[in-house]
């Protein structure tokens, strides 16, 4: 079933039993230079969110219980019905573009974008929404809402065009937002206590969410993340690369007719002198709660994953760890690099999203160092590398792990 802008359709009726249904959101043309950015709000019977936690993005991609789930890519949201709290009655699914008003960009530059809404035990797909994008002139686009009325679950079909950003959209579902977070907000002044009676001292005012996300656009360029308080959270390293919706094999499968298996790993070095591998490799995953502190969550071998490639490091052990050489390795099929549009994102409580892409490429090399992150004074020092080389051994030499290597496969 195709929709219409303003059509809607009833899921329970279509999936009798639903639990979960996914929206999965992609855009023509795929390669598009624009940095298209997928957010869900988690609204009440007002339209509004109950609190900052009930907005989904990039900086915090999990409704507290579970029931919205942003996929790492952010072209996926799960939506689990069971899981949703009971004063959530309508989540709506948008798109913006980063800094689009600043660069001149619009949703004008693609000709469309598409949401498929699945049943997320089966697969099958309920409903299309492809909605032509060509004349609009607007940064953010609200695709559509999933909302209950009358005990059932519905989606709506909107595509209406919002002016502004992210941050503006987020303001109208009454999210506090905070574009600059240098920018503190000033405290009251405190009321000289009675002699009598102390004075109330007034709770500190909830802090507005953070939306910034940090692109290092240079190679060489660099940012620190400051331990603060008790120091980092979990940090998640993620590697996402085109797939192309050809069969899940990705798009290289459809250049070279033959599977693609592009890998996340990294060397490592801890300060008291140990250094080693983190990758699929020779199955050496890592370990989260011994060293190396980092581990490889899983083996994406076709690209047709979601979420990528994830690597998990410990950020309450990093003064344990040195340093760290985040790599992108294709382990099988012609090396393509531009092909990839692969992008890299580190992700961390409290701190910016940062983004690295991989837009520098050859196509002689089968490795390619991604980001470098040193301890600098309990601070990560984040710098974008984007350097080739042709095995293991080239990028040890280049960065000085003095590692042995030998020949090794995948189970």
């Not at 109208?172 to 002699?195: E, L």
């Not at 007719?257 to 300060?271: A, E, M, P, T, V």
């Amino acid at each position: 079933m195709d929709l219409q802008p303003g059509q809607n359709f009833s899921i329970s009726k279509h999936s009798p039993s639903p639990v979960a249904v996914e929206i999965a959101l992609n855009w023509e043309p795929a390669n598009t230079p624009l940095t298209i950015d997928a957010n869900a709000f988690a609204l009440t019977g007002s339209a509004k969110v109950r609190d900052d936690g009930d907005f989904i993005f990039y900086n915090q991609p999990t409704l507290s219980g579970g029931g919205i789930q942003r996929a790492g890519d952010g072209r996926l949201f799960t939506v689990r019905f069971a899981q949703l709290p009971a004063a959530i009655e309508k989540i709506a699914v948008a798109l913006t573009i980063d800094q689009g008003q600043r660069r001149g960009q619009s949703f004008g530059q693609l000709n469309q974008v598409r949401a498929d809404i699945r049943d997320a035990q089966t697969q099958a797909v309920l409903a299309t929404f492809p909605l032509a994008t060509k004349m609009m002139a607007e940064t953010a686009l609200i695709v559509g809402e999933l909302y209950r009325r009358n005990g059932e679950w519905k989606f709506r079909a909107l595509g209406q065009g919002f002016v502004g950003g992210l941050a503006p959209l987020a303001r109208q579902y009454g999210v506090d937002v905070a574009d600059d977070p240098d920018i503190a907000q000033a405290a009251p002044p405190a009321a000289a206590p009675s002699p009598a009676i102390p004075a109330a001292v007034p709770p500190p005012p909830a802090k507005p969410i953070r939306l910034e996300k940090l692109t290092l656009e240079k190679k060489g360029s660099s940012i620190s993340l400051e331990k603060k308080g008790q120091g980092f959270e979990e940090l998640v390293i993620n590697l996402k690369w085109n797939q192309g919706g050809s069969g899940g094999k990705g798009f290289f499968g459809r250049l070279t007719n033959r599977k693609i298996d592009l890998d996340l790993g990294c060397l490592f070095k801890l300060r008291d002198g140990r250094a080693g591998a983190v990758q699929a490799l020779g199955d050496s995953f890592g370990s989260l709660q011994q060293p190396p502190y980092i581990q490889l969550m899983g083996d994406d071998r076709t690209g047709a994953s979601a979420a990528g490639e994830f690597l998990r490091i410990n950020g309450r052990q990093w003064e344990q760890l040195d340093r760290i050489v985040v790599f992108a390795l294709i382990y099988e099929g012609a090396p393509n690099w531009a092909e990839t549009d692969a992008v890299v994102t580190i992700q961390t409580p409290g701190q910016p999203t940062l983004e690295i892409r991989i837009d520098s490429h050859r196509n002689d090399q089968r490795m390619c160092a991604l980001a470098m992150l040193e301890n600098q004074g309990g601070n990560i020092k984040v710098t974008k590398l984007v350097e080739y080389f042709l095995d293991h051994r080239f990028l040890d030499q280049a960065y000085g792990f003095g590692l042995r290597w030998v020949a090794g496969s995948k189970d």
